[in-house]
């Protein structure tokens, strides 16, 4: 185990009995709903909705299900939190729609402001920002949504193709990985076909580390992990992601040299994202020369008990209620102006 010296945020008495929460996620239950199986397509995740769900009524908190974006733009009556776990719909960008709506709604929800949750979205300007700030990444190209093929990559294959844009691995199979030209530009027509940008990268031979970080008045690592996958080269699919295909393995990275200059990799980062309540950064480590390299940071990543925040919470004592409650409280605090003026509307309304 793990040892942090700070204590989590609480919810004050007063936001405790103000918060009215949306809780935004495609399979978000009825209140005493039986607790979901694995989905045959979607797997974890309707079983993930329903942990999240219970998680924050059992801490008091009124919540109320939201399935779906156009139920979202439909409300017939003003949440003053939106707690979305919705992080992607069927058109482009849709990652960035709640934080935006929510703006103009001025309704406080979770995550981060939406030009920050857009730069996380975009894996070629998160590598833009790591290499402003001194932090490796290995070498990469982008090749368009539409128009002619890049060239071949100056950097030798083997190469590894994912989408710019997106999260939880969706695109990533065993044929993201390419070793010859053809190979490549067929994957990367692919890609083309589907109307996505994606990037090309030279593929690292080692091991993911992950780093998740709450955000806080000064931002708290709950640990590092490792993270290995029986698939060639150890990479992770959205499948396995979704625990629909074995062969994944996480273990605490213990404190030392290497824990250390994840710690700080990532916290120069977030000094530089600044607006959060938390998020995930991933590290590739390079097995012959000890070199990290920064993949990309996550926004909206899973809070589940299965997921690598929440098993590094144990790690360092905490269990999910007490993360959870730590990441909306700081989620209310960084929009105090949006909290105040929400509560203070829904409350005004609840005494007519």
Known sequence: MTSLTRDLLKLTPLQRDRLDVLFLAQYAPEPGAPRPGMHPEHGVLPRYNH????????????????????DLVHLRSEPNYVFTLLNRAPFRSSEVFTSAFCEW???????????IRALAEDKHLTKLMARALGIPTAPWLVCPAEGPLPAAPEFPGPWFVKPRFGAASVGITEDSIQETEA??????????????????????????LTVPVLGGPEPIVLGVAEETSAL????????????LDGGRERRLVA???????????ALKLCGAVMEFDYLRVDFRLHRDTGELFLLEFNIGCN?????????????????????IEHIVRHSLDRQHRLWNAASFRT????ER
Not at 54 to 66: A, D, I, N
Request: aromatic letters at 6%.
């Open 51 to 70: 942990e999240l769900f219970h998680t924050l009524t059992e801490l008091g908190l009124r919540c109320s299900p939201c399935r779906a974006l156009e």
């Open 105 to 115: 709604l001025e309704v406080p929800y979770l995550g981060a402001p939406p030009n």
């Open 183 to 208: 190979g490549l530009h067929a994957r990367l027509r692919y890609f083309q076909n589907l109307g996505q940008s994606c990037l090309v990268e030279a593929l690292i031979p080692g091991v993911d």
């Open 232 to 243: 060639p080269h150890g990479i992770v699919t959205h499948r396995q992601k979704r625990l």
């Open 255 to 265: 404190p030392g040299q290497l824990a250390d200059q994840l710690r700080e990799h």
């Open 303 to 323: 809070l589940g008990s299965h997921a690598a925040v929440m098993f590094l919470a144990r790690q360092a004592g905490f269990s999910q209620a007490d993360v």
């Open 347 to 350: 409350a005004r309304e609840a």
